[in-house]
């Protein structure tokens, strides 16, 4: 399978206990983060993996040369960017799509450790100070702090940053900070973001390490106008060659005031990132090939089984391998558009999802590659299994009658084919569920009462999608649906996203390893059903489902989140709003052999080009020094 829509980066995450009661036992669980007093860090459940002392990260190499570059394709990206092309520098809005890795040209005052799930460290501020009631967050800023204007980063700035974030960004920063109540600067040069009580502590702290941007340079521009300028800020690279639609290059900078401070000491080796943009799988893969792109992640299990044989390969100078995924949600799911009321009734969704055969997709297609994912936290200790737990049940059971009964019995799974790839039996019961539904068989046609057939519109912009899905297509026109794929070009395709116009897609992102309130009702919450731009695809609306992630967004310790998101993925299974589908074990990788690296690979984050760094020898015995 190709690469999609991705979300990455980004964590965003009392129904049983009563407000009242959520209240105090914060209190306490919270209790070994001191109010009052200035701290280098904060982690949602109270534990934090490096003390005030901490030098660098455990992951971070303080021995790697630096210089050299690296040209890869990039296997994720945030907010409006897109890897395929790129026609703005602007980031952090909805329109137009931006170039990935532009988070690099900033930093926010906190950042995250890729060795922890749920933690935040001091970056831009030098200490951080909490309110008893963990709704307030005083920071004081590095006196050092620089954009790479030369300006210093002031209070100002991040007042700035966070009001226009809320006001005029990108829907998902919208989202995180709808409960900011206020941003101070103070007189003493500290600010302090203030969060009103329906915020909680753990999305809180996923908007702390939120881009801030220099005021100054929008005192005479607009920010939502803002396109083909390069927003300064204060991060690690700064734009250096690039041609919209074309490439990009990130150079490192050398007056970067931050390169010896613990947060960002052994990372960022390259001098260059370089970003090459291809519309089509094929030339991209060709450009590695040459070795024009030196570093590549294979979603194809295609290209992966038949193309890596080339001579580079056979020779030694091209790597592959397999990399252990991080522990954090896989999440690749089909959304069918509930705003089309066909698509309404769960046993129209369950129905079409069991005429996919996976077993036979994965012999004869995926060449074994792949895993039938049960749930939209695959690989992540958020899959519930078998029947709930007595934990889950004290959450399930105030909602009986407002969730499917079967949540209370084992956990829904994937049907299993004979791999035949018409399995009788199996599409007999999808033809049951129709007809309960009111689609019955007329003419070799599903049609309903009033004798309009079913139709189901596939929209993609891969080519490679088509040619793993077409057996499930042909299946589906099979047992009479007016089933199609359409293939459309990248800006129609993010167009129709954001209008939700379409009647099915099928969306891959990074979920958080410590979801919270907010990422979770980005993509399952009623309030996000007609955001436009948002990702709640299948536009699910559920009282319960939204009483589930409050409840998950009050939790005080890891123990009390992994059950609420096991009951929450038991009711997200049994509706099938979200229709689980493919995912891989690890990472596919293929590299030119001009790389070190270190031993260690963080287990929540792997971003190959902040960790590994050009080896100037084994470069020149490729020729490429």
């Known amino acids: 399978m190709a690469a999609l829509t991705t979300l990455t980066r980004r964590r965003f995450g009392q129904l049983a206990l009563g407000a009242g009661a959520a209240t105090l036992l914060s209190r306490h669980a919270f209790a070994q983060v001191p109010a009052d007093t200035p701290l280098h860090g904060l982690s949602v459940f109270g534990d934090l993996k490096y003390g005030p002392d901490y030098t660098h990260f455990d992951y971070a190499d303080l021995d790697a040369p630096s210089g050299g570059q690296i040209n890869f394709a990039v296997a994720n990206w945030t907010l409006n960017q897109s890897p395929i092309t790129f026609d703005t520098l602007n980031t952090f809005v909805l329109k137009g799509n931006a170039p990935p890795r532009m988070e690099y040209l900033y930093n926010g005052l906190m950042t995250g450790a890729m060795d922890e799930p749920d933690s935040v460290y001091c970056a831009l501020a030098e200490s951080v100070t909490l309110s008893e009631d963990r709704r307030r967050f005083t920071f004081v800023l590095r006196p050092e702090a620089r954009f790479s204007t030369g300006e210093q980063v002031t209070a100002e700035d991040v007042v700035f940053s966070y009001e226009t974030f809320k006001a005029a960004g990108h829907p998902s920063l919208q989202v995180a900070l709808k409960n900011l109540d206020s941003v101070t600067a103070n007189a003493d040069g500290s600010v302090t973001l203030a969060m009103n009580d329906r915020q909680s502590y753990p999305d809180a702290l996923s908007t702390l390490s939120f881009a801030i941007l220099p005021a100054s340079y929008f005192a005479d521009r607009d920010f939502a106008s803002v396109s083909s300028e390069i927003i300064p800020g204060s991060g690690p690279y700064e734009v250096g060659a690039y041609e919209f639609g074309r490439f990009i290059e990130y150079r490192k900078r050398d007056d970067y005031w931050a390169k010896d401070l613990p947060f960002a000491r052994g990372l960022d080796h390259f001098d260059t990132l370089r970003i090459d943009f291809f519309r089509d799988r094929q ?44 522990k954090r949600p896989r999440f690749q799911c089909w959304a069918l558009n509930q705003r089309r009321e066909r698509f309404a009734d769960p046993r129209v969704r369950r129905a079409i999802n069991m005429c996919f055969d996976f077993e036979w997709t994965n012999e004869n297609i995926l060449f074994g590659l792949r895993i039938h994912s049960d749930s939209p936290f695959q690989q992540s200790e958020f899959v519930a299994e078998g029947t709930p737990s007595e934990a889950e049940l004290k959450l399930l059971e105030p909602l009986r009658g407002q969730i499917p009964d079967e949540v209370f019995g084992e956990v829904w799974v994937q049907p299993v084919s004979d791999g035949s790839g018409r399995d009788r039996e199996i599409l007999r019961e999808a033809i049951r569920l129709f007809s309960e539904a009111g689609w019955t068989r007329s003419g070799g046609r599903l049609v309903n009462e009033a004798g309009e057939p079913f139709r189901l519109e596939f929209v993609t912009r891969g080519a490679e999608q088509q040619r793993v899905y077409s057996k499930f297509f042909e299946t589906l026109r099979t047992i009479g649906l007016d089933a199609s794929i359409r293939l459309v070009d990248e800006a129609q395709y993010q167009d129709r996203l954001n209008r939700f116009d379409f009647d099915m897609v099928l969306a891959a992102f990074s979920l958080g390893a410590t979801p919270s309130k907010e990422s979770l009702t980005l993509f399952f919450g009623s309030d996000s059903r007609d955001r436009m731009g948002g990702y709640n695809y299948p536009g699910m609306a559920s009282e319960a489902v939204d009483s589930l992630i409050d409840t998950i967004g009050a939790a005080t310790s890891r123990e009390e989140l992994v059950t609420g998101m096991r009951a929450l993925d038991r009711v997200l299974r049994w509706r099938l709003d979200w229709l689980p589908n493919i995912t891989a074990p690890g990472h596919f990788v293929a590299y030119w052999d001009m790389f070190g690296r270190g031993p260690l690979k963080p287990d929540y984050a792997w971003p190959v080009e902040r960790l590994w760094w050009f080896d100037e020898e084994k470069a020149k015995a490729l020729g490429k020094a």
Do not use: C, H, M, N
């Open 283 to 326: 030339p991209a893969l060709e450009a590695f090939k040459k070795g024009l792109i030196t570093f590549r992640e294979e979603f194809t299990t295609k290209d992966w089984a038949t193309e890596y044989t080339f001579p580079a390969v056979q020779r030694g100078e091209v790597v592959r391998s397999e990399i252990p995924g991080e």
